[in-house]
């Protein structure tokens, strides 16, 4: 069974931190989303790697694909109050049809 | 202009009834999705749909029965609710049937909250 793990389930920091969030499986992926979704509402994805090694940025959003291609990390630099959410990684399940998700990090950023 | 939406927002009912919750994808999208997330933020794929055919069925109680009468619409419903069904439930679709690597456009999601 594919499982992805979050680190940490919450977080709650000062704007202007950076922080980081980490997704791990013992599985392999053949790629990694990250979504973002906001209380009442549905998940909104930010980006999507494909290659292990990758690096994609989305403004102050850095996102990592590991390169064995079991682990992913979110880093956020100098975080915002606008940037609290729920994070969710999400890995493509054997066969690419099936989206498996993480548990999520909770991110409150205090003004 | 909304992508993905669902209807009702909010469904509040006791226990043993039957209850359907409905959306619909402006964005010609093939492929739409049921989602179920529980208390715990736990997001799991239920059901999805490709031009109408089911693909993807994971191991979900027969009292829940989704319907794809047309690629742009794909309704749940759901017999004898328990108490364990409460939950919110996402529709979502994506252009291609891989929803692990396509960009899948989730609706706002419907509260399910059993009596």
């Known amino acids: 069974t594919q499982l992805l793990e979050q680190s940490p389930q919450f977080l709650s920091i000062q704007e202007g931190e950076n922080l980081t969030v980490y997704c791990n499986s013992s599985s392999v992926f053949s790629s990694l989303q990250w979504y973002r979704q906001e209380p009442g509402e549905g998940p909104v994805l930010l980006v999507t790697v494909v290659t292990g090694g990758e690096v994609k940025k989305l403004k102050r959003l850095t996102f990592q694909f590991g390169d064995a291609r079991k682990d992913s990390s979110l880093h956020i630099t100098a975080a915002q109050p606008g940037d609290t959410g729920l994070y969710l990684c999400?890995?493509?399940?054997?066969?690419?049809?099936?989206?498996?998700f993480g548990a999520g990090t909770r991110l409150f950023v205090k003004a | 202009d909304t992508a993905v939406s669902q209807t009702p927002k909010y469904l509040v009912t006791q226990m043993g009834n039957d209850k359907s919750i409905k959306c619909e994808q402006n964005l010609g999208h093939d492929t739409m999705y049921w989602y179920k997330q529980d208390s715990k933020k736990f997001l799991k794929i239920m059901f999805s749909?490709?031009?109408?055919?089911?693909?993807i069925n994971e191991t979900v109680p027969n009292r829940f029965s989704p319907k794809s009468p047309d690629k742009a619409h794909l309704n749940l419903h759901i017999n004898s609710l328990e108490l364990g069904d409460s939950a919110v439930y996402f529709c979502?679709?994506?252009?291609?049937?891989?929803?692990?690597?396509?960009?899948?456009?989730f609706g706002p999601g419907t509260r399910l909250t059993v009596l």
């Open positions: 999400a890995g493509a399940g054997t066969g690419g049809f099936k989206t498996i």
């Open positions: 979502a679709s994506s252009q291609g049937p891989r929803g692990g690597t396509d960009t899948q456009y």
């Open positions: 749909y490709n031009n109408k055919e089911l693909i």
